[in-house]
Nanobody, 129 residues
Framework: QVQLVESGGGLVQAGGSLRLSCAASGGTFGDHAMAWFRQAPGKEREFVVVARPFRGDTNYSDSVKGRFTISRENAKNTVNLQMTSLKPEDTAVYYC??????????????????????WGQGAQVTVSS
């Protein structure tokens, strides 16, 4: 069982930056895809970004591309999300998620919540205008 713990949320003014971290334990970090999702009040949880293992591919949602950067620290079993140029519409609870991959495994829908077996408890990010 993989446990995920997010940290680093908070309140920031529009245009500012925040960094979220997700520490993983209980599994082999290097073979897990690590993703971030977010859920704004009254809205569905949505995909933000994923960092795949093995080849190191990353995929971003259009809404954060160019502003957010995901990075893996495999030696620390940690994935970080650096968020810059924050907007009020980025306000949400941000969730870290993980999915074990196989080196020659098949494709899956990395945007879908149902593709991920492990979830953190969430970190609140609030961007004031």
């Amino acid at each position: 069982q993989v446990q995920l713990v997010e940290s680093g949320g908070g309140l920031v003014q529009a245009g500012g930056s925040l960094r979220l971290s997700c520490a993983a334990s209980g599994g082999t970090f290097g073979d897990h895809a690590m993703a971030w999702f977010r859920q704004a009040p009254g809205k569905e949880r949505e995909f933000v970004v994923v960092a795949r293992p093995f080849r190191g591919d990353t995929n971003y949602s259009d809404s954060v591309k160019g502003r957010f950067t995901i990075s893996r620290e495999n030696a620390k079993n940690t994935v970080n999300l650096q968020m810059t140029s924050l907007k009020p519409e980025d306000t949400a609870v941000y969730y870290c998620a993980a999915r074990r991959e196989q080196l020659f495994g098949g494709s899956y829908d990395y945007i879908s919540q149902t593709s991920y077996a492990y979830w953190g408890q969430g970190a609140q990010v609030t961007v004031s205008s």
